[in-house]
């Protein structure tokens, strides 16, 4: 009984914010863009259509800020790596690359991959928003971090086009396989995500010539 009860005050504790926001990313997941509509995502929420609107101004508003709140963290995390310049280029790769496994499979916003294919054809201009305000900020950081690391002489000479697609490639495969063959009893044994960021890690090491 107590832990019912506990379970049924966990809602509670939530700001009415993130509230929808949980609503919202499970109805995104569960449905997609285009089927889930404000009035599911109040009636999930717990509260009235009017007051879902004093929050966010569209549907749009809503998934954007799913998205802010999966990936600005990841962001941050990742500022604050490339930036520890007291540790080698080399000590802060596996933890970038943590990061961005973190940020790309693991989170919430990263298991919403179908949903960001869903918006580049037949909502366009959020994929577009998406890709220039999230994705371009992470690659931003990756790739600057990379390059000086091979301007210091730490990396090996690379080609910059070649390290973004081997930086971000892999993770975005594996969140966009897990999610269109997560209903197999094997999926973890498929897609295992730690072993395939291990070996993410030693492509990557044997590329910058670590």
């Known amino acids: 009984m107590a832990t019912s009860a506990k379970l049924q005050k966990e809602p ?9 926001l949980e609503a919202a990313t499970a109805l995104f997941l569960q449905n997609g863009y285009a089927a889930t509509s404000m009035n599911a995502i109040a009636k999930a929420s ?6 879902l609107y004093h929050h966010f101004e569209s549907k ?23 930036g520890q310049n007291d540790q080698s280029y080399a000590d802060r790769l596996e933890p970038l690359v943590g990061e961005i496994h973190n940020g790309i499979v693991h989170s919430s916003v990263g298991q919403m991959a179908p949903v960001i294919a869903e918006t580049t054809s037949r909502y366009p201009e959020i994929a577009r928003r998406f890709n220039d305000e999230f994705i371009d900020e992470m690659h931003n950081i990756a790739m600057a971090f990379l390059s000086e690391g091979m301007e210091q002489g ?15 490639g892999i993770p975005v495969n594996l969140t966009m396989c897990r999610s269109m063959f997560g209903g197999f009893e094997d999926l973890q044994h498929r897609y295992d995500t730690d072993r395939v ?3 993410h890690l030693a492509i990557l090491r044997k590329l910058l010539g670590l």
């Open 154 to 168: 730490e990396f090996a000479p690379f080609e910059i086009e070649a390290m973004d697609h081997a930086l971000f």
């Open 12 to 20: 509670d504790m939530l700001s009415t914010h993130d509230r929808i």
């Open 60 to 82: 749009e508003a809503v998934l954007f800020a799913c998205f802010e709140r999966g990936y600005q963290a990841t962001v941050e995390r990742m500022r604050t790596i490339t």
């Open 197 to 199: 960021k291990e070996l």
């Open 46 to 51: 717990g509260i009235q259509k009017a007051s």
